[in-house]
């Protein structure tokens, strides 16, 4: 899903079992299939086959697949998808990098395009994607940022997105115009706009500083807009460094956001659901967040107190920014890969009939599809602001702010979250940030990326 985090409780198993995968390229059974083979011979033989996921059990994309896959069923008695769900992001990277270094992994499985999935790419083990997808005649139907966000550094295609969304700050107008305050025209105006929230008694920004992924969305925001997607793809294998002029900027910007006290006091301790609520209740002024939350702030769902006052402001520029205002954080959430060792005309066959049937399945519960083939349905109870936020996922430009979690090496992104908790609350300087983690990315770097 969207909340891509590693944690320092996963990291020794996934560093050890990284380190087997790398011993074990070629060998054993792993990487048999041939990832441009996709269209293989063979007679249709029904079996069971399973999804390892990384997706909460009661959502959209389980929902639809499930009845997609009862659908395919009826027509190919014997057919059956047992989805394996993990929901929880770092138990799943876990039980998803043993299996690998097992060569035990089922004949789809959730990954981001993360230096451990390239590792899986480089040796064979994954079905490319792309090819797959282009001779099912479904590539064009996929919206490019979708494609685009699952993508390894090179431009290659091993992952199929099943989701799309768009990363906004939610604000409300009323607590705006309180504290006397306007939509920030630009990432410097944060800390002043953060300021005045703060004289008029406002807490500024909701963080959930408890998962840590959405303090981090904020580490990538500056150099997104200074240097452009292609800093992080630099940085994580030390071929740029925080101490350059784009770096610098970025982690003293962020030093600033916490000098204005724009989050929470107490934020490193707030889960997911307590800063959402902060602001749906009208406590807090912003909350960043996707369009997976529609139904919770641009429904009826939403307190009446505060549903008129609820708007949204996509991220702003910087001074001299080399990305458009419409490129920003639009993910496509964890992707599918497809085993090569296990592909055979079944899976692509079930391929073939789930993938041309989702869009119009998932599309009907309200959400974005990965695809511009279909329309959205807007809920019944849908505010105005819901069918706005629909209608601008058809204007999104090419460029990604990648969350960096899912491009850095795990050692080195655990030690971000740590490093950024402390900048926000002042118990470290901008340069000893700089400092820690330029060594931290130096060190861990070459072995992830050689």
Request: contains cysteine; aromatic residues 10%.
């Amino acid at each position: 899903m969207r909340k891509n985090r590693m944690v320092a409780a996963a990291l020794a198993a996934a560093t050890a079992t990284a380190l087997v995968l790398t011993g074990c390229a070629g060998g054993g059974s792993g990487g048999s299939g041939d990832p441009t083979d996709v269209n293989p011979d063979g007679e249709i033989e029904p079996r069971e086959i399973s999804w390892l996921l990384s997706r909460p059990a009661d959502g959209g994309v389980i929902t639809a697949m499930q009845q997609i896959a009862d659908e395919y069923a009826e027509e190919n008695p014997g057919f059956a998808l047992n989805l394996i769900t993990t929901p929880d992001r770092p138990s799943y990277i876990q039980k998803y990098e043993t299996l690998a270094a097992a060569n035990k992994l089922p004949e789809l499985f959730d990954t981001d395009a993360t230096p451990f999935a390239q590792k899986l790419a480089d040796q064979g083990r994954m079905v490319d994607a792309e090819a797959l997808l282009e001779d099912l005649g479904l590539y064009d139907d996929y919206r490019p940022a979708a494609l685009n966000y699952q993508r390894f550094d090179d431009g290659s295609l091993y992952m199929i997105p099943f989701e799309f969304q768009l990363e906004f700050f939610w604000y409300n107008k009323a607590l705006f115009e309180q504290a006397g305050v306007t939509v920030p025209e630009t990432l410097d105006d944060f800390p002043a706009m953060c300021t005045a929230l703060r004289e008029a008694g406002i807490t500024p920004i909701a963080l959930d500083g408890q998962d840590q992924w959405p303090l981090e969305r904020y580490m990538a925001y500056h150099p997104f807009r200074t240097a452009g997607p292609e800093y992080v793809q630099k940085l994580k294998k030390a071929e740029a460094t925080l101490s350059d002029e784009t770096g610098t900027a970025a982690v003293e910007w962020l030093a600033s956001l916490g000098e204005a006290g724009c989050f929470q006091e107490g934020f490193s301790s707030t889960g997911y659901a307590d800063a959402q609520a902060a602001f749906t209740s009208g406590n807090a002024a912003v909350y960043n967040i996707g369009t997976w939350e529609l139904s919770n702030l641009a429904t009826e769902n939403l307190d009446p107190a505060v549903r008129d006052d609820i708007d949204y402001f996509t991220l702003p520029l910087t001074a001299g920014a080399v990305t458009a205002a419409n490129e920003y954080v639009t993910p496509s959430g964890i992707g599918m890969a497809v085993n090569s060792k296990t592909y055979d005309p079944l899976v692509r066959d079930f391929l073939a009939f789930a993938l041309e049937r989702y869009p119009e399945v998932y599309a009907q519960t309200g959400a974005l599809s990965p695809t511009s083939t279909v329309e959205t349905t807007i809920p019944a109870n849908a505010t105005p602001l819901y069918e706005r936020a629909v209608d601008q996922a058809g204007d999104v430009g090419e460029a990604i702010a990648m969350p960096w979690d899912t491009q850095l090496d795990p050692a080195s992104n655990t030690r971000l979250q740590q490093e950024l908790t402390l900048l926000i609350q002042g118990e470290i300087s901008a340069e000893e940030f700089i400092q820690t983690m330029d060594e931290t990315i130096a060190e861990n770097a070459p072995e992830a990326f050689k």
